[in-house]
């Protein structure tokens, strides 16, 4: 037996305010008590622990005055656990997990194992870390974030652990930090009143220690690689109790406030329970949460544990810390059943009785011999009995078995029976009915086992202890697995609640509302219904897998036809535009040759026009005046005509009847200008002569030197024509350069189209192929499903058959009415 050890740290204070005030806690030894300011102490506030911190102490004293011993025990085989608890503020993470420069309990416990582990070169080592927090009354693995909601489970073998929690081996401190680190980031923190980072779930870093022996070549004894010794070391970091007006919480924190304190005051409850001494306890609510629940061990049971109690020394939170220093006052009082756990084979167990009996044999050498030869024929014949018991008990088992089978056998034909002879009744197809078979005949077989379990796992694996914690345990396992939980206590667990539990009161859970009885998780089914079930586990395993498979096949082609569909519509619109696209490139392509035949046109009527002027020039019938005007107007015509002509053109325009129609006004204006050439041959008009001048006039060359005005003024024109012709020669250039980009962005919609045709096509045959083999899977999912029929209908004849051959009565503890 032995006590758990209560230390208490006192924070230094947060404010410079409060630095200069002074506490209120004096700290002498290992006492602490409360004084008024300045003044003398308050009576019934003075107490005694194993060790006080004060302000100046640091992590690294609280290491090792408390937790050290704890944890080289644990390497030893010795459970260990050691938490802080306290109000929120007052230092529990810091204790627990330190700052860069003052490493906290964890992180030196973590490098001290591996440092000690180095010196202990006669054994080899295990270790596996797992890292949970318990959030909201919900357990949460902080290593794998998918891991939520794990629920806690019991078995003899393992006593009180978390189902699905990751544990990974390990093999160096810097590993574990690491695992420690990530852990970290998916823990619930929040902000409050009280704390920038408060602690909104507790946290349990759990090392699970193996060992043993490296074996030695000489030995003839009982091995000493035959003894595992296995240890599980908890450093836990709880949430700090709060009161909720301080805090300032509301919405989430207000929630996990409650849920908080709803869970230490369950704690408070335990540890009032446990140190009322052994007479007066009664039942202990560790079923009353999680954290309770997963500290058992640690509580009254086989564990040496530590606990340090952080109070906050500001005059406000003096009701707390004196809740916290009666609560710790409680838990100095609890003792706990300490061993070593120690693993051992069946072969050691024998090893250990006969290297007994060779240490008597050699005492009875001494005075009593007599005594001693009558202790060693006990041991012999109890040596005897342990076998034939042994041997009993190994018929006893294979009898049951046996029976058990045959129960399993005569359930399944009665479901059979009972169910119009047909999986068809089980659900709406043969797999589902299967499944429900399967279902309810491996419920009604865990039934039996979890009333015959006890008996199949009370292997000598186990050093038999009377008073060992698992044995203690037992006798609850009669309660309901999730017991008196305060649901509706939420709205109780208060902070007055939780002061009134500081001050020694005790919540009567028992009287609270019980949730129904959960139903205790059966073993996996054993080796003794291999013969039918494994067969039967098999094919629907295998069904269960072309099940997958087909699921699976479906699902691709709901994708590819989802991609399909989105598709389409791009595509169509490419469609859609590619006749347009066509359009405008061929438009493109006719462009210059359109232009060049029109050109064409005009030239011809522009030559003809030409040939009146030369041979009424020649024969001197036109003035020079009047073959000027007649030749502007000429290039007039000519020049708006084309420009029109040519804007049409580029505009898309495909209008032949446009390019007729301008080209038909063109040679009407001509065909009119000729007719006025061959009417002129008389001489020139007043009127011409008038305009002639006018022009004349304008150009500022006079009326004199008929010729000289002439040539200049054809000079100019030949130049203008020239420029007017480069301009055209610009815009050719231009068209063909726009002409050849149309043709590459033609160019690239075409591959596009085709890039889509292509992957349409493919997606078309890959649809085809999945399609096909959905159609496999279907023929082999129906191939196997009949295969197992007549499997099925093979087993019923030959149960049918051997029932007919050997009528057997079973046991009526099988529950077998006939
Ligand atoms: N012994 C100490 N020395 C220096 N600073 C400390 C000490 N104890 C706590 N602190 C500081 O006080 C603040 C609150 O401490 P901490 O977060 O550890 O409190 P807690 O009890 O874990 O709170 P909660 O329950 O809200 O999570 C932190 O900023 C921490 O660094």
Redesign the pocket.
């Known amino acids: 037996m032995e006590k758990i050890c209560v230390a208490v740290?006192l924070?230094?204070p947060?404010s410079a305010e409060d630095s200069i005030n002074g506490t209120f806690w004096k700290v002498e030894d290992n006492r602490i008590s409360l004084h008024k300011i300045h003044g003398t102490p308050l009576s019934s506030s003075s107490y005694a622990f194993d060790h006080i911190f004060d302000?100046s102490?640091n992590n690294s004293s609280v290491y090792h005055l408390l937790t050290k011993d704890i944890i080289h025990a644990a390497l030893d085989g010795f459970n260990g656990t050691a938490f802080?608890y306290?109000?929120?503020?007052?230092?529990?993470?810091?204790?627990m997990n330190g700052?860069e420069t003052d490493p906290g309990v964890i992180p030196r416990a973590v490098r001290d194992i591996f440092a000690k582990i180095e010196t202990m070169s006669d054994r080899e080592f295990l270790i596996r870390v797992s890292y949970m927090e318990i959030y909201n009354e919900e357990i949460n693995d902080l290593l794998v974030v998918e891991n939520q909601k794990l629920p806690i489970h019991e078995s003899l073998e393992r006593g009180v652990f978390v189902a699905g929690l990751r544990e990974e081996i390990v093999n160096n401190a810097e590993q574990v930090l690491n695992l420690i680190q990530a852990g970290e980031v998916n823990r619930h923190f929040g902000e409050?009143n009280?704390?920038?980072?408060?602690?909104r779930s507790h946290t349990i870093f759990r090392m699970v220690i193996e060992s043993k022996g490296k074996d030695s070549e000489s030995s003839n004894d009982c091995s000493i690689s035959d003894v595992v010794r296995v240890s599980v070391l908890n450093l836990v970091?709880l949430?700090?109790s709060?009161r909720i007006a301080k805090t300032g919480a509301d919405g989430v924190r207000l929630k996990e406030g409650k849920y908080i304190n709803k869970s230490l005051m369950v704690l408070g409850n335990v540890i009032n329970k446990l140190s009322d001494g052994s007479k007066q306890r009664g039942h202990i609510p560790y079923r009353d949460s999680k954290l309770t629940r997963i500290l058992q061990p640690a509580l009254g049971g086989n564990a040496k544990t530590s606990i340090i109690c952080?109070i906050a020394p500001e005059e406000i939170h003096i009701e707390e810390s004196r809740g916290t220093l009666q609560f710790a006052s409680r838990a100095k009082r609890i003792t706990n059943c300490v061993q070593v756990n120690e693993i051992l084979t069946d072969a050691a167990l024998l090893k250990r009785q006969q290297l007994e009996i060779e240490e008597l044999r050699k005492k009875l050498q001494g005075s009593h011999a007599e005594v001693l030869e009558q202790e060693i024929l006990k041991l012999r014949n109890d040596l005897l009995k342990y076998e034939m018991e042994r041997g009993k008990l190994e018929m006893e088992l294979e009898e049951e078995r046996k029976s058990r089978d045959q129960w399993i056998r005569e359930q399944w034909s009665k479901i059979e029976n009972s169910n119009t002879k047909s999986f068809s009744d089980y659900g709406t197809n043969d797999s589902q009915g299967l499944g429900l078979m399967r279902h309810r005949l491996t419920e009604e077989y865990s039934e039996i086992n979890s009333t015959s379990q006890e008996d199949i796992f009370k292997s000598p694996c186990f050093k038999a202890a009377p008073s060992a914690f698992v044995a203690q345990r037992s006798k609850y396992s009669s309660l309901p697995d999730y017991g008196p939980l305060p649901d509706a206590f939420s709205n109780v667990a208060d902070e007055d609640m939780w002061l009134k539990m500081n001050n020694g009161y005790v919540a009567d859970l028992d009287s609270l509302q019980t949730t129904p009885t959960r139903k205790v998780q059966s073993f996996p089914p054993s080796d003794t219904t291999a013969g039918c079930t494994s067969e039967f586990e098999k094919y629907e395993l295998e069904v269960q897998d072309l099940r997958r498979q087909l699921e699976l096949a479906n699902e691709r082609i709901n994708e590819l036809e989802q991609k399909h569909s989105e598709d389409v519509p791009s595509s169509k619109q490419l469609m859609g535009e590619t006749p347009k696209r066509q359009q405008d490139t061929q438009l493109i392509h006719e462009l210059p040759l359109r232009l060049s035949k029109s050109v064409e046109n005009f030239k011809d009527s522009f030559e003809e026009v030409l040939s009146v002027i030369q041979r009424s020039a020649s024969g001197g019938k036109l003035s020079t005046a009047k073959m000027l005007s007649t030749m502007s107007e000429i290039g007039v015509q000519l020049f708006t005509t084309l420009e029109a002509h040519f804007a049409m053109n580029m505009n898309g325009e495909r209008c032949l009847t446009g390019d007729n129609e301008q080209q038909k006004v063109f040679h009407e204006r001509m065909n009119k200008i000729i007719t006025s050439l061959e009417l002129s041959e008389s001489p020139i008009t007043g009127q011409e002569r008038k305009h002639l001048c006018s022009c004349s006039e304008h150009k500022g060359s006079g009326l004199g030197g008929e010729t000289a005005y002439s040539k200049e003024d054809l000079n100019e024109r030949y130049e203008s024509l020239g420029r007017e012709l480069q301009l055209l020669k610009d815009e050719r250039d231009s068209l063909l350069q726009k002409f050849s980009e149309s043709s590459e962005k033609l160019a690239m919609v075409s591959s596009q189209k085709e890039n889509v045709l292509k992957y349409l096509n493919t997606e078309v045959q890959r649809r085809k192929n999945l399609e096909g083999e959905v159609k496999q899977f279907t023929a082999a999912f129906a191939s196997r499903q009949k295969s197992f029929i007549s499997f099925h209908s093979d087993h019923k004849t030959k149960l049918e058959k051997l029932r007919a051959q050997t009528p057997i009565s079973l046991p009526k503890s099988f529950g077998c009415q006939d």
């Open positions: 740290r924070r230094p947060v302000e102490s802080a306290g109000q929120t503020s007052s230092g529990k993470t810091f204790t700052s409050t009280m704390n920038v980072r408060s602690s970091d949430a700090g709060e952080t």
